[in-house]
């Protein structure tokens, strides 16, 4: 316990690549996907086989987490799906062959370090799918913001806990989301210590999910991030009518446009995509949607596709990685 403040972000700005050669425009090309906005995960992975193949899915037991797990493990695949409430998970996952459950709090840097230290052997894919979404102000044990905390260092502190595990060709998938548009680092003030906004802690919590793709990237590491498209499922119970109404679109006219939801199946082809197709080899860092990756598209507020620049700068990028290792105390990549 006890609170610490975490370090100034405004030292991080350490550039750990050539970016003229490796720009957002470039990396956000689309690659001429043969799956859209329809398909679902076990139709991307018909012709894939993951004999022989170990994934860790978190968030793995409910909604877009659950069907992704069912089809890897359709395709042949050994899935660990660890869970906060691991209970649950192993009664969500009791008829999915070749899935195993443990305990896992992403909010807990323990726990993190707890799991990572009971993963045996070689890792070929990891899945950061886990998350929290417009919740009520909370903070951890170090006095984190609970939405950077969880959707964000918990799976940096994962990660780099398992990279000595990936295997070589291995992928590392952060599912972040359209909610990114709200915004990307509040530098000023990350863990909103000054006034909680939920809507700007959540966009800048999926914008950092963004980003570490991008410096996973850059390092060497093929990974990717995705927004699965919008999926009822439990990840709005916090939610109120008047949050309905902030996140609701309009069109030119000032009409209401109401989102076409996806199933679960088909919120997890996205990441079923990033995860296993030969078309991205060269798209590493990229932003997807709809198993495809996504145009850059300019503006503030939440729009209705693309990614926002401010999510795929590799340099933001490289200034959050440094700034997250400061926090958590691990770094894979030094």
Aim: aromatic share 6%; glycine share 10%.
């Amino acid at each position: 316990g006890g609170c610490r403040a975490p370090p100034d972000p405004a030292g991080w700005v350490l550039v750990t690549r050539d970016v003229s050669t490796d720009t957002p425009a470039l990396r956000q090309r689309p690659v001429g996907s043969p799956f859209d906005a329809t398909s679902t995960a076990e139709e991307v992975l018909t012709d894939v086989d993951l004999s022989g193949r170990r994934a860790l899915v978190t968030g793995g037991y409910a909604g877009i987490g659950l069907a992704l797990v069912r089809a890897l493990a359709h395709a042949g695949a050994e899935v660990l799906a660890p869970a906060r409430r691991p209970e649950a998970a192993r009664e969500a996952l009791a008829d999915v062959p070749g899935a195993t459950v443990a305990a896992l709090d992403l909010a807990d840097q323990q726990s993190v370090t707890a799991l990572a230290a009971d993963v045996d052997g070689p890792v070929d894919l990891l899945v950061l799918n886990a998350g929290v979404m417009a919740c009520p102000e909370t903070r951890t044990p170090e006095g984190w913001e609970l939405q950077l905390a969880t959707n964000h260092l918990g799976h940096f502190a994962l990660v780099n806990r398992l990279l000595p595990r990936l295997t070589s060709g291995g992928r590392v998938v952060s599912v972040s989301s359209l909610g990114h548009h709200h915004g990307g680092m509040h530098w000023e003030d990350p863990m909103f210590e000054r006034g909680y906004a939920k809507w700007r802690a959540y966009g800048q919590s999926k914008s950092a999910n963004a980003l570490l793709a991008v410096h996973l990237a850059g390092s060497g590491v093929p990974a990717y991030s995705l927004h699965p498209g919008a999926i009822l499922t439990d990840l709005g119970k916090h939610l109120t009518e008047a949050d309905l109404d902030d996140v609701l679109l309009t069109d030119a006219a000032g009409d209401l446009v109401v989102p076409t939801f996806k199933s679960p199946e088909q919120g997890a082809a996205t990441a079923a995509f990033a995860a296993t197709s030969d078309l991205l080899a060269d798209r590493s860092g990229a932003y997807l949607e709809d198993c495809e990756v996504a145009p850059l598209v300019e503006g503030e507020g939440l729009g209705d596709h693309g990614v926002r620049r401010w999510a795929v700068d590799p340099a933001e990028a490289a200034r959050l990685w440094a700034w997250s290792a400061e926090l958590t105390g691990v770094d894979a990549l030094r």
